[in-house]
């Protein structure tokens, strides 16, 4: 049995979920905590940078075209990886649910894997592996290897077998960790959680010392100690609690104020969203100075400076690793369709597809299939100014500008 299969069989794949490797990534931060990728992804800002940029990518469509000269196109249904691609990446995951787990590993640990599954020449499927039982290598003639391993098993694989998308990269061959590179905006974003859930579990009382007027022997120390800890916790946690014989609390921990908590809270998710590249807005974080004209426009610098950037990367990744020379050769390539995420309101769309029919930029049957309406018959003709009809022409080609 190959590894491929052996990965995916019942009994190993439930084992190698169990075991979550990702916990194997460890970046130790100077605030004391180790920031795991699973870890890190337990940090609500984490989690939420990665899936608004995931999910943002997975809506989108993606398919494969031909070109056919003219700058013309057409969708290239006959390429197996049109189907793989748009609908059913493997048996077990959609397009959308294939390509969210794409960013999100990427996006986290800098690098995704999947096996290049290829029957007889031709492809049927993409096999997607967690990044923990990867190991990327160059060996002496400068080739990258792929080394999986799995329940005890380990196989070397060829960079042809392997579809690989990186991240930001350092070493040109493997992306970078996000677990390493922003650990101490990470760490910090934990110790901060951290503190604030010991204080609520301890009913937000803080810690301190009680003194007394006369000297304790050891056993009066602990039978005081006892007492305390008996009427304090518990159903007495929260009833009034009274000392005699000159007793008193002095508390010595940070009140929640005094430690700047929700400022410091505040700045870690803008620090976090820095990270990743992703506004606070989109995650839920409102800017209090922001209008709707301006969040629009914030949704729309979203797309473009976060969004577009990962769905070039991967366009170019499947273009050079997913289609062969020949494919490429004849024209080939792969293409996000963002259109519908740039999308303002219907006035403002209305005006701009008008603007651009003056220009001759696009016909009405181009404006129709941007907004998903079949074409009509005469609707490929460009637009024609009133009283020129006698010395341009109308036809959909050769319009001279």
Request: proline share 4%; hydrophobic share 35%; aromatic share 10%.
């Amino acid at each position: 049995m190959s590894i491929v299969s052996s990965l995916f069989r019942k009994d190993k794949y439930q084992n190698a979920v169990s075991d979550n490797s990702m916990s194997g990534f460890v970046a130790p931060s100077s605030s004391g905590v180790n920031v795991t990728t699973d870890r890190a992804l337990k940090v609500t800002t984490v989690f939420d940078c990665l899936r608004v940029i995931a999910e943002g990518v997975a809506q989108v469509p993606l398919k494969i075209y031909k070109s056919t000269g003219d700058d013309s196109k057409e969708l290239a249904k006959d390429n197996p990886w049109y189907n793989i691609l748009a609908t059913k990446p493997n048996d077990w995951q959609t397009s959308f649910e294939f390509r969210e787990n794409l960013v999100f590993q990427a996006g986290l640990t800098g690098n995704f894997y999947a096996f290049k599954n290829i029957v007889r020449g031709r492809p049927v499927s993409l096999i997607p592996f967690e990044p923990g039982t990867v190991t990327v290598s160059v060996n002496d003639r400068r080739e990258v290897e792929y080394e999986v391993s799995s329940g005890g098993e380990s196989k070397k694989f060829p960079a042809s077998s392997i579809w690989h998308v990186r991240g930001p990269s350092w070493q040109t061959y493997v992306g970078m960790d996000a677990t390493k590179y922003a650990r101490e905006a990470i760490g910090l974003s934990i110790n901060i959680e951290d503190a604030q859930n010991k204080l609520h579990a301890n009913g937000v009382q803080t810690s301190g010392f009680y003194s007394v007027e006369s000297t304790l022997d050891q056993t009066q120390y602990k039978q005081l100690r006892d007492w305390i800890e008996k009427n304090i916790g518990g159903i007495n946690k929260f009833r009034p609690f009274i000392l005699d014989r000159g007793a008193k609390f002095q508390p010595v921990s940070m009140t929640g104020v005094d430690a700047q908590t929700i400022e410091n809270r505040r700045f870690q998710i803008e620090e976090i969203c820095r990270a990743f590249r992703v506004m606070p807005i989109m995650i839920g974080q409102s800017d209090k100075a922001s209008t709707y004209a301006s969040a629009e426009q914030m949704f729309l610098a979203h797309v473009v400076h976060t969004l577009m950037p990962w769905m070039t990367r991967i366009e170019q990744s499947i273009d050079a690793n997913l289609l062969i020379q020949k494919e490429r050769e004849d024209g080939y390539y792969s293409k996000f369709n963002a259109n519908g995420l740039m999308r303002g309101a219907a006035k403002d769309r209305a005006a701009f597809y008008w603007q651009m029919y003056q220009m001759k930029a696009l016909n009405p049957n181009e404006i129709r299939a941007l907004e998903e309406y079949n074409p009509y018959e005469g609707g490929d003709k460009y637009y024609v100014a009133q009283g020129m009809e006698s010395t341009q022409p109308s036809s959909t080609k050769g319009v001279d500008d």
